[in-house]
């Protein structure tokens, strides 16, 4: 196509139907056409995007954003001030009548997450998300009421003012940029006009880190719209490490455990059942467990998770038992994820609170959950331990009755800070008096501290809790067991005793397994077989507590001999919060700045939060590891 002809056909639709973003609003009025990445600006593209997502023309959802921005909205204070009553009524002035009470309170619920979050202003949240488009699709879709429409319609709005999103073109308008002749390769349309033809932002061309790939017109691809989501850091950086060839490269950032020569290691007493299995050679091996899981696995593993023992009354056995219903899942994943969306549809959550940091799925999960989330600032990065006081002050003034809350039950990932038994009494008081729902994520029982009994204390104390708390367990058995491939886990779910005939577990229990059949439809059994019978033999659960000491023994071993080479070295700052944290991780307090020179000058791989797996270590590399820390400490502010 010449250029003069394909010119033609570009500015005649830009003339006859194009409008920039926020055409006719009091924003484009106010900037006499020019629209900059200002506070107000940003807000009103990301309210425009909210209500046109749904359902009803055109024309109407553009009178209602008028309407929003012409009472001032796109001023954060003056929506965060302005009460439920108020926006539903400017809503419904601007003819959104169907959806002006999920308006107001979408509208409401965006105000206070941009103040608490983005301090008010949403470039914060680009800068958050490093630039990056997919994660900023990520945090966006953390707002309620914001699926991919509405981001779709945020990104063609805001690349405008933000250069990192462009070019941005949704499936639709590239189908009709098909339909009107002027083609969808965008480089070879740039390249023969040899500019914008909006000429909305001349850093657009240069600016963007994602091109937009040619589709063709005559079968544009449905899927053209996605963007490409960045491999999860820990996997990231194991690739990074495996391609790089220096002989003294250190791999800190995986959370398995490794011998002292760096290798995986199959618990002892797993591997004996498994010649047991083996040999039995038992045809049912392979047969399918039922959508609840293998019930005698289930049995020990709530059992393991709560303390229950055979010394205890049988009356407590029986009552405590009846409250709690259990199924097996794809290790802790799984058990958080069935856990989620459990809730999701049981509980109705307005929230779920997450602490800051964790493990960086726990987002993912309850955002497919579809539950909005929010943050607790779960570590006091001053004095590198359990943040206990911003904790509760935080929940206890934001945090609503009926939202839920994610707790570590032992060995925090990825700082290794875990509360008191003090502090853990009193956030048990707290869940009580706001109403929340806990879920525990059970990962490292028995590898924290040795102790399976020490491990799982806070789970027998929320159990025991007068009046009766209700929470979930998601208990893995990745870590203890060493069985990472074998996918190995548990939900359980705490209701209270209302009949001791006729349990609401029952009912529970009923939901959980309806779940289960539309996820995943049945559990792996391999695992669950070992566990069981590692679980069910009194000898074998002596070899494996030995298994778990040895472990956790050794992880003990290698923070005492990197606390002592920082020591030795005089390395600037303090690290006794090496020693007195706790599993298989340790927050070191390395900045960003300085974890990327450790790796670029030393081959020490670990996270960018300066969380290092401590089974990385041993004693050929942990001295060159404390030295590589001591120079970075030294050299980079």
């Known amino acids: 196509m010449s250029e ?39 807000l009103a593209m990301l309210i425009d995007a909210m209500l046109k997502s749904h359902p009803i ?8 954003v008028k309407t929003i921005l012409g009472a001032g909205y796109h001023d954060i204070e003056r929506l965060r001030e302005s009460s439920w009553e108020e926006r539903t009524m400017v809503l419904k002035d601007g003819g959104y009548n169907r959806y002006r009470e999920q308006g107001a309170t979408n509208l409401g619920d965006l105000a206070k997450v941009v103040c608490e979050e983005y301090d008010g202003d949403l470039n914060n949240l680009l800068k958050k998300a490093n630039y990056d488009r997919s994660r900023v699709r990520a945090l966006v879709k953390e707002f309620r009421g914001f699926g991919d429409l509405a981001v779709d319609i945020f990104f063609d709005n805001v690349q405008s003012v933000w250069p990192s999103i462009a070019p941005f073109i949704d499936r639709r308008s590239l189908n009709t940029a098909a339909e009107t002749g002027i083609g969808t390769d965008l480089d070879a349309i740039y390249a023969e006009l040899g500019h914008d033809p909006l ?62 020569d760096g290798d995986p290691w199959p618990l002892p007493v797993v591997e004996e059942v498994e010649r047991q299995k083996q040999q039995e050679k038992n045809p049912s091996r392979h047969e399918y467990l039922t959508i609840q899981g293998d019930v005698e696995f289930l049995a020990l593993a709530r059992d393991l998770a709560f303390g229950f023992h055979d010394g205890q009354p049988e009356s407590y056995l029986v009552q405590q038992r009846n409250r709690i219903a259990s199924v097996q899942t794809v290790s802790g994943t799984g058990a958080n994820r069935v856990g989620a969306d459990f809730l999701a549809r049981a509980a109705h959550p307005r929230t779920v609170w997450i602490p800051e940091p964790t493990w960086s799925n726990h987002h993912a999960i309850w955002a497919y959950a579809g539950v909005g989330r929010r943050t607790y600032p779960y570590y006091d990065f001053e004095g590198k331990c359990f943040n206990h006081a911003g904790t509760t002050e935080t929940l206890s003034t934001l945090a609503q009755p009926g939202d839920v809350v994610v707790f570590h039950a032992c060995a925090h990932n990825p700082t290794g800070a875990d509360p008191s038994k003090d502090q853990w009494a009193k956030l048990a008081e707290l869940c009580h008096s706001k109403g929340l729902i806990p879920i525990f994520d059970l990962a490292y029982q028995g590898f924290a501290s040795g102790s399976i009994d020490e491990d799982a204390w806070v789970i027998k104390h929320f159990l025991n809790v007068r009046p009766q708390l209700e929470f979930c367990v998601a208990q893995s058995f990745s870590k203890n067991f060493g069985l990472y491939g074998q996918r190995t886990g548990a939900l359980h779910v705490v209701s209270r005793t209302t009949s001791e005939t006729d349990p609401v577990s029952r009912i529970v229990l009923s939901n959980l397994c309806n779940l289960v059949r539309g996820e995943y439809s049945l559990p792996p059994r391999a695992g669950s077989d070992i566990v069981k019978t590692v679980l069910a033999s009194r000898e074998l659960r002596e070899n494996w507590y030995d298994d778990l000491r040895h472990m956790s023994g050794r992880i003990k071993a290698m923070r005492q001999a990197l606390y002592d080479e920082l020591i030795r070295l005089s390395t600037p700052g303090t690290w006794d919060h090496i020693l007195s944290q706790i599993g298989m991780f340790s927050y070191t307090g390395l900045s960003e700045e300085q974890v990327l020179a450790i790796r670029s000058r030393h081959h020490i791989y670990m996270l ?28 980079v502010v």
């Open 4 to 42: 003069n002809i394909l010119a033609s056909r570009v500015h005649r639709v830009v003339n006859e139907f194009g409008t920039t973003p926020l055409a006719g609003t009091p924003v484009e009025d106010n900037n006499h056409g020019t629209l900059e990445a200002t506070p107000s600006t940003v």
């Open 57 to 64: 023309s055109h024309n109407l959802s553009q009178k209602a």
């Open 199 to 260: 000429e909305i932002n001349n850093d657009i061309l240069t600016s963007s880190p994602v091109p937009v790939k040619s589709i063709s017109t005559e079968s544009p691809s449905r899927f053209s719209s996605l963007s490409e989501y960045p491999l999860d850091e820990p996997f990231a950086l194991n690739a990074a490490y495996f391609k790089d060839s220096d002989s003294d490269k250190v791999n800190l950032g995986i959370g398995v455990y490794r011998t002292e």
């Open 608 to 635: 960018k939060s300066g969380r290092i797996s401590m089974c990385g270590l041993n004693h050929k590399n942990v001295g060159y590891v404390a030295k590589a820390i001591d120079d970075v400490v030294r050299t």
